[in-house]
């Protein structure tokens, strides 16, 4: 992130509730008009802001660059803590209005700001904490449809069961169990905390917990944030969960798991079963809210 140069530069305001993002343009120009990619910003950081509460860093940078290279429109994401929250997003000149209104990359990078940066070899959380949280974002703000983020989760989770020769999330450092092994993390952690409290509390209340302790600019071992997280909810879900799967493989009946969700693959989709004995948690996880009013979040 080159902050020198972002720091002198024109910037555009995104003002979510008390959250100040400042958009600075690369060189190069979008087919679209900036307005429209500022707007996208500011779509984005609403969405992640009603999940957690409040956007998760007071003060934040995000440098868009532009790319003529072919590849996908959305091109990729960074977030940093170092010196302050702040991320890279690189987009193609000819991104469309629709490529924006699909994106994901935004809300998952912005969804990083709200976790303390951890050690390396807790990655999984990190990743995993970002792509568990994105779709549900997007589905509570009424940008996605409970069909389709049931159906990537049924679809990505896999890939993130223990192989042959896994030594646990800790220990075990491949694309599948940094991001869906951590996204099983978080979906087996959500599930639990629902049980454990009848439904009263869930991930999202620790992960508020959390961000209220700190974001993305604190470095912060994994142990406290979970005991912060368990505190929140009444539970030791995070830590006892984080106990069966840091160090071995710590297998997961993945059909018996969507079974009890009720969500079930059929020829011409998703299908939901609401009388599935967790169903409930399933309906609240992607449940739509509205604006919120103590934190005044507006967009
Ligand atoms: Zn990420």
């Not at 917990?209 to 993305?216: F, K, M």
């Not at 160090?247 to 969507?258: E, G, I, S």
Request: charge should be positive; include cysteine.
């Amino acid at each position: 992130m080159p902050y020198s140069a972002f720091d002198h530069m024109p910037f555009e305001s995104v003002q979510i509730g008390d959250a100040l993002i400042r958009v600075v343009f690369g060189p190069g120009a979008f087919d679209l008009p900036s307005q429209r990619i500022v707007d996208f910003v500011r779509q984005s950081a609403h969405t992640v802001a009603l999940y957690f509460g409040r956007f998760p860093a007071p003060a934040a940078r995000l440098l868009v660059l532009n790319t003529t290279s072919p590849g996908r429109p959305i091109r990729s994401g960074t977030a940093f803590g170092y010196r302050g929250a702040a991320i890279k997003l690189t987009l193609a000149a000819s991104v469309t209005a629709t490529d924006l209104d699909r994106d994901w990359i935004l809300v998952h990078e912005m969804s990083h700001l709200a976790l303390p940066t951890l050690p390396r070899r807790h990655h999984w959380f990190e990743e995993g904490m970002a792509s568990y949280v994105e779709p549900l974002a997007r589905a509570q703000a009424g940008l996605l449809s409970k069909e389709r983020v049931w159906a990537d989760m049924v679809k990505g989770i896999p890939q993130g069961l223990p192989q042959t020769g896994d030594q646990g999330l800790d220990r075990t450092h491949t694309w599948g169990r940094t991001y869906w092994g951590g996204a099983l993390f978080c979906l087996l952690a959500d599930i639990e905390i629902r049980q454990v409290t009848d439904g009263h509390r869930g991930l999202q209340h620790a992960l508020k917990a959390i961000l209220g302790h700190g974001n993305i600019e604190l470095e912060s071992p994994i142990e406290p944030l979970l005991e912060i997280g368990d505190h929140a909810t009444g539970t030791q879900v995070l830590a006892s969960l984080y106990g069966r799967m840091k160090d071995r493989p710590y297998p997961v009946d993945l059909a018996k798991l969507w079974d009890r969700l009720g969500v079930r693959i059929a020829s011409g989709g998703i299908e939901f079963d609401d009388t599935a004995p967790l169903a409930a948690f399933r309906v609240a996880m992607t449940r739509r809210l509205r604006v919120l009013t103590r934190n005044r979040v507006t967009s």
